[in-house]
C-alpha cells in the first residue's frame, strides 16, 4: 500500500522492453560510422521481416503522426480527390492532415465506437472514379475499434486508388498481410508494439505507391520519403538519426522475432479477449462491441460515474496510468492496453486493481468476479483444467 511501481497500462506510449532501454546507453555512437550503419541497417532488415513485407520501409524521426504527413506530402498533389474513413479522434487527424495539404476530401464517417464498413470504401470509389487514395486506421486507439483493412485492400487494389493506412497500434496487435491485402502505405510508431520511447516513426510504401511520388507536387523537405529510402539502402538517414532509438529497436525487434511477430498478435488478442470478459463479468458495457480491436479495451464508465474517478484511482491507489477518453468521450470511457510488452500477469493485477476502484467509487461488485473471467481466458488457452463448480 505504502509502495507503488508506476506501471504504464496505456496504448502508447507502451511498457519499455528492459533490453532495449538497456541498449540506449551505448548511444555515445557517431552515426556516420560503418559500426552505426550495420546496426541500421541490420534493424531495418528486421523491421521488414517482423512487419513480414517485400515493400521499402522508410523509418523517420518523428511520432507517427509524422509519418502520417509524409505519406501524403510525398504521394499527392494539390487538388487530389481521397475518401477518409474517420470514427475517431485519428480518422480526424487524417481528415485534418489532407485538407490542410489541399486534397479534395470525401469524408466517410461513422460514431465513435464503431467503424467505417468496406461497403462504404467500395461504393464511394465507385461513386467517385478520379479517387487517388483512401485513409483509414488499422486500429482506432480513441475507441478500441478496428477496421476491416483486408477488404478494404482488396477493394482498393482494384482501382488506381491507393490504400494509406494508420497501423501504428495495429502493428503488433492484429494480422496484417501487408503484401497479401494490397496494403500500399502501412505506417507504425515506436513507442506501441515495439516496447520503446516515442520518437521513430516508419512506413512501408508499396512499388504503387512510389509511382505516386514520381508525380506528386506537394511540397516537402525533411520528410522526404525517396531521399530516406535511396539513404536507408546505404545504411544511412538524410538527417540526424535517433541513434538511441535505433539501439532500442534493434534489441526490441530480435525480441520480437524470438517468440514471432504472430505471437506478439496473440498476446495482445488474447489479453483483449480476457479484459472483455472481465469488463462483462463485472457489469460494464464495452464501447465499441460490434468491432472491437486488440490494442486495447475502451470501456464505459457506470452510469452516474465519470470515467476520470477511475482514470484517477488507478493513478492514485495503485501508481498506475490508464486512458480516459478523448475528445467526447472524455469522462465516458477508460481504455486499457494490450499491446506490446504486456502479459496475463499485468491483466490480472489491473482487473483486480479496477474491482476495488469501482466499490470505493459506490459500484458494488463481489471481488474476484473479473479476476476469475480473466484466469479462465488464460486457462483455456494455456491448456489448463478449468475447476469443477457445483
Same mark, same amino acid.
Given at each position: ?43 531495418? $532488415?528486421? +523491421? ?8 521499402? =520501409? ?28 474517420? !470514427? ?11 485538407? $490542410? ?19 462504404? #470504401?467500395?461504393?464511394?470509389?465507385? @461513386? ?5 487514395? #483512401? %485513409? ?24 488506381? !486508388?491507393?490504400? #494509406? ?20 502505405? =502501412? ?33 516537402? *523537405? *525533411? %520528410?522526404?520519403?525517396?531521399k530516406e529510402a535511396k539513404n536507408a539502402a546505404a545504411g544511412e538517414s538524410s538527417w540526424t538519426p535517433a ?9 526490441? +525487434?530480435? *525480441? ?7 505471437? +506478439? ?12 470478459? @472481465? ?7 464495452? %464501447? ?12 464505459? $464508465?457506470? $452510469? /452516474? ?34 499491446? /506490446? *510488452? ?10 483486480? @486493481? ?5 466499490? !470505493?467509487?459506490?459500484h458494488e461488485v463481489k471481488f474476484g468476479t473479473g479476476v476469475a473471467a480473466v484466469q479462465e481466458v488464460y ?12
Open positions: 500500500m505504502h509502495i507503488k511501481k508506476q506501471r504504464l497500462l496505456t496504448p502508447g506510449p507502451t511498457p519499455l522492453y528492459p533490453p532495449a532501454l538497456h541498449a540506449m546507453m551505448a548511444s555515445d555512437l557517431h552515426h556516420r560510422t560503418e559500426d552505426f550503419r550495420k546496426i541500421y541497417k541490420s534493424a531495418l $532488415a528486421d +523491421l521488414k521481416e517482423v512487419m513480414g513485407t517485400s515493400h521499402d =520501409v522508410v523509418p523517420l524521426v518523428s511520432s507517427g503522426t509524422g509519418a502520417m504527413e509524409a505519406s501524403v506530402s510525398n504521394l499527392f498533389s494539390k487538388g487530389d480527390h481521397v475518401v477518409v474513413c474517420s !470514427a475517431g479522434k485519428f480518422g480526424e487527424r487524417w481528415a485534418g492532415i489532407t485538407k $490542410a495539404h489541399g486534397l479534395q476530401v470525401t469524408l466517410l464517417e461513422e460514431p465513435y465506437g464503431s467503424a467505417v464498413k468496406p461497403a462504404a #470504401v467500395a461504393a464511394a470509389l465507385q @461513386a467517385n472514379p478520379d479517387v487517388k487514395g #483512401v %485513409f483509414v486506421q488499422a486500429s482506432e486507439s480513441s475507441t478500441g475499434a478496428a477496421h476491416d483493412v483486408k477488404s478494404m485492400g482488396e477493394i482498393v487494389g482494384k482501382t488506381d !486508388a491507393i490504400l #494509406v493506412m494508420d497501423a501504428i497500434t495495429g502493428l503488433g496487435t492484429m494480422p496484417l498481410d501487408i503484401d497479401g491485402w494490397g496494403l500500399d502505405v =502501412v505506417i507504425g510508431g515506436s513507442q506501441k508494439a515495439f516496447m520503446i520511447p516515442p520518437g521513430i516513426a516508419f512506413l512501408s510504401v508499396s512499388p504503387k505507391a512510389w509511382k505516386m511520388a514520381e508525380t506528386s507536387d506537394l511540397p516537402h *523537405y *525533411y %520528410f522526404d520519403l525517396t541513434t538511441s532509438l535505433i539501439l532500442a529497436l534493434a534489441e526490441a +525487434l530480435r *525480441y520480437i522475432k524470438s517468440i514471432g511477430m504472430d505471437k +506478439l498478435v496473440d498476446n495482445a488478442q488474447l489479453l483483449a479477449r480476457a479484459t472483455r470478459a @472481465a469488463a462483462q463479468a463485472l457489469g460494464l458495457e464495452l %464501447f465499441a462491441p460490434d468491432s472491437p480491436g486488440a490494442a486495447l479495451t475502451a470501456i464505459k $464508465a457506470p $452510469a /452516474g460515474m465519470d470515467s476520470g474517478k477511475i482514470v484517477k484511482g488507478f493513478k492514485e491507489r495503485f501508481g498506475a496510468i490508464i486512458a480516459n477518453g478523448q475528445g467526447s468521450m472524455k469522462g465516458r470511457i477508460f481504455r486499457i492496453a494490450h499491446l /506490446g *510488452y504486456f502479459d496475463f500477469n499485468d491483466l490480472f493485477s489491473v482487473i483486480a @486493481a479496477l474491482e476495488v476502484i469501482l466499490v !470505493a467509487n459506490g486457462a483455456e488457452a494455456a491448456g489448463v483444467r478449468l475447476p469443477v463448480t457445483a
